[in-house]
């Protein structure tokens, strides 16, 4: 951003809007902009536009549930956009007591499909927590999350 543009001058603003949790929805945010013109004083400059999703992930929140003593699993299906390709790199629980995971690469009709499969390691009654962190080879996107919820009863 250009701090002070003489009169008659040019400049730049640089607006970075933070798209995390809102793809496939419209959004519209709005930047203030204060001037030293008594004709516009204030101007408000709008960015509006569609996120459009950076991989496609089936279900988005992985529900595990079971009896205590016994282990649940169920299954995300991550499917990279054709537009940006990614490899899956790593994946990390943040919080790593309740689950385990593995993945699975398999050929899709048009690329890629991992299949991430979560575990529940609880054996006592109680919720479960967590989320897969999937760090990717994207410069763009370098790690997207699935959310792990459930309950052992």
Do not use: C
Not at 58 to 83: D, Q, Y
Not at 127 to 143: M, Q
Request: hydrophobic share 40%.
């Amino acid at each position: 951003m250009t701090r002070l543009i003489p009169a008659g001058g040019e400049g730049s603003i640089r607006v970075e809007v933070k798209t995390a949790g809102y793809a496939g929805r419209e959004i519209r945010e709005a930047v203030v902009v204060h001037t030293n013109d008594p004709r516009a004083a204030v101007v408000e400059l709008t960015v509006s536009g569609r996120v459009e999703a950076f991989a496609d992930i089936r279900p988005k929140t992985v529900f595990l549930r079971a009896k205590a003593g016994e282990t649940a699993s169920a299954v995300a299906l991550i499917l990279p956009r054709p537009e940006r390709p990614f490899a899956i790199k790593n994946l990390r629980a943040v919080r790593g007591r309740d689950i385990r995971f593995e993945l699975a690469q398999k050929a899709g009709p048009s690329g890629p499909v991992y299949e991430l499969r979560v575990f529940n390691t609880r054996k006592e009654p109680g919720r479960i927590a967590d989320i897969v962190v999937i760090e990717t080879d994207h410069p763009a996107r370098t790690a997207i999350q699935v959310m792990v919820t459930g309950e052992v009863e």
